[in-house]
């Protein structure tokens, strides 16, 4: 399996396992799984149980009861999100799934996909998601098992969340399966967190080099299906500080 495709296209845009992304740019981030290129990854999956059970184990649907209808990152790096899905999402009637959903997806406004299945905890947060065409309440962490036929969609979405799954190996795995060949999965992650509720490696640094590591893992030993991981920093300019960082890892399916 290919870990990363990495390439600068002539329009300077940089090409990220086959889609190009005008606004990304190169960082210590996007070359975070060069290693495993130059070296191989580890022989198995290199975190323990402890390692995926956050502070505030349990019941998520209980922590999730009262819609949360905020934003969970700055406006230029929702903006950079935005952008990147403006460039990965099907241009005309797709079928995406949107794990881990919420009141938005970070979809560009005018864009509409034949099927946009929003997923989450909160029901009423979903209705109000403007991108989706349905949506349904489901708890990955005690339930990774997703209820779609084998190769249902294009693209697979996870917008600041992938860092609240104890389960990552089976739900990736179950991204894997409901993905159409050559389909993509995008996970996005930025420096906000509820601290009680994400996995304790997720902090250990709390960088998005180890962020990034750590999603790839979670894409490579999940299934032989992924042909291409690789990473896009797509964080808006600025120093660090100044704006939060807007890094998406893809994996391709064969």
Known sequence: MAAVLLLVAPSSALRVCGLDIAHAKPSPASRSLDGYIRDGWPSSFPYSRQDLTPLMAGNDR??????????????????????????????????????????????????????????????IELMLNPSKTEWRVQDLNSEPKLPFDDGSFEVITNSLSVDYLTKPVEVFAEMARVLKPGGVACCAFTNRCFPTKVVPIWTKPFTEENHARIVGSYFHYSSPLWAEIGVADVSPDGWAGQRDPAVVVIGRKC
């Open 62 to 123: 209980l922590f999730y009861l009262m819609p949360k209808l905020v934003q969970h990152a700055g406006e230029e790096c929702r903006a950079a999100l935005t952008d990147f899905y403006a460039a990965v999402l099907p241009q005309h009637d797709g079928d995406v799934l949107d794990l881990c959903s919420s009141w938005t997806s970070h979809y560009p406004a005018a864009w509409k996909g034949r099927r946009v299945v929003a997923l989450g905890l909160n029901p």
